[in-house]
């Protein structure tokens, strides 16, 4: 588990080294960002994930993300620009997300 929280919040700490621009994103757009990832993390080291088990596992992971302020997930909205954010949300595996994060 604990695994899977470091690796799930990774983007928590891409978000906050990267810079913005274009129309700033919502929360709801910064959470749905942290689902995705956590989707595409969870099929990734578990084909056969129920899509209980996802749900349960983004849930977890907004929940650590809000909690937690070492990851500084609060300033998604401010550190991922509307470009990284259609790219990552059109990825369809964690290393393209990833990258995305990173243009």
């Given at each position: 588990?604990?695994?899977?929280?470091?690796?799930?919040?990774?983007?928590g700490?891409?978000?906050?080294?990267?810079?913005?621009?274009?129309?700033?994103?919502?929360?709801?757009?910064?959470?749905?960002?942290?689902?995705?990832y956590?989707s595409?993390?969870?099929?990734?080291?578990?084909?056969?994930?129920?899509?209980?088990v996802?749900?349960?596992?983004?849930?977890?992971?907004?929940?650590?993300?809000?909690?937690?302020?070492?990851?500084?997930?609060?300033?998604?909205?401010?550190?991922?620009?509307?470009?990284?954010f259609?790219?990552?949300?059109?990825?369809?595996?964690?290393?393209?997300?990833?990258?995305?994060?990173?243009?």
């Amino acid at each position: 588990m604990q695994s899977f929280a470091l690796r799930t919040l990774t983007i928590g700490a891409a978000l906050l080294a990267l810079t913005s621009c274009g129309k700033r994103l919502s929360d709801a757009e910064c959470d749905s960002l942290l689902d995705h990832y956590t989707s595409k993390l969870v099929v990734n080291e578990n084909p056969d994930a129920s899509p209980f088990v996802i749900a349960e596992k983004q849930r977890l992971a907004r929940e650590l993300a809000h909690r937690d302020p070492k990851f500084e997930f609060d300033n998604c909205d401010d550190d991922v620009s509307r470009r990284q954010f259609d790219c990552a949300m059109a990825a369809m595996d964690v290393d393209s997300i990833e990258r995305c994060l990173t243009l």
